[in-house]
T-cell receptor
Framework: DTAVSQTPKYLVTQMGNDKSIKCEQN?????MYWYKQDSKKFLKIMFS???????INETVPNRFSPKSPDKAHLNLHINSLELGDSAVYFC????????????????FGPGTRLTVL | AQSVTQLDSQVPVFEEAPVELRCNYS??????LFWYVQYPNQGLQLLLK??????LVKGINGFEAEFNKSQTSFHLRKPSVHISDTAEYFC?????????????FGAGTQVVVTP
């Protein structure tokens, strides 16, 4: 029972191509995130959605477009891939704060390693 | 806005020796604090968190951390490491007032345990 799952795990593609990464969480969380981890392991948040609405949009090239068809899914589409897009992309989810939730932490998927040739 | 500094990029340690990973943060607001571990080729897993109450927090796999508000630190410790503790460790902070729970991560500390 994977809590946060991502597909594919590995993605190798040519420069200029368009690709998508899918993320699903079965935790019933309201908020989902996309992070990029570079070769030095630095984690940078890219986007966050709450109940299908965009709430965080860091300075990411507009070639990256997140889509949330429902609150359990957050997909990442990347147009015109560049060499610098090579990285590991992590999806994460968390419960809204307030209410009865005492969770507060984010739950991470296993990552998608994107290699652009 | 918050920032997180992990003072050591790499910490070599012998098996069964103690280890301490340092994390300092700066913030103009009250924060929640977290430590995550990333084993090779895996996602991030929560080790422990400080939300409120006792400043000494115990987590999984024998790790503990101490929140020091005056020094704005949240250092992670383990009294005796195993080979299996070889991993990347991330400190993270989150604004208490932030409903969406945005995290700011440190740059990570790589722990390499050798026999």
């Amino acid at each position: 029972d994977t809590a946060v799952s991502q597909t594919p795990k590995y993605l190798v593609t040519q420069m200029g191509n368009d690709k998508s990464i899918k993320c699903e969480q079965n935790l019933g969380h309201d908020t989902m995130y996309w992070y990029k981890q570079d070769s030095k392991k630095f984690l940078k948040i890219m986007f966050s959605y709450n109940n299908k609405e965009l709430i965080i949009n860091e300075t990411v090239p507009n070639r990256f477009s997140p889509k949330s068809p429902d609150k359990a899914h957050l997909n990442l589409h990347i147009n015109s891939l560049e060499l610098g897009d090579s990285a590991v992309y992590f999806c994460a989810s968390s419960q809204d704060r307030g209410g009865t939730s005492l969770s507060y932490e984010q739950f991470f998927g296993p990552g998608t390693r994107l290699t652009v040739l | 806005a918050q920032s997180v500094t992990q003072l050591d990029s790499q910490v070599p340690v012998f098996e069964e020796a103690p280890v301490e990973l340092r994390c300092n943060y700066s913030s103009s607001v009250s924060v929640y604090l977290f430590w995550y571990v990333q084993y090779p080729n895996q996602g991030l897993q929560l080790l422990l968190k400080y939300l409120s109450g006792s400043t000494l927090v115990k987590g999984i796999n024998g790790f503990e951390a101490e929140f020091n508000k005056s020094q704005t630190s949240f250092h992670l410790r383990k009294p005796s490491v195993h080979i299996s503790d070889t991993a990347e460790y991330f400190c993270a902070v989150s604004d208490r007032a932030d409903s969406w729970g945005k995290f700011q991560f440190g740059a990570g500390t790589q722990v390499v345990v050798t026999p």
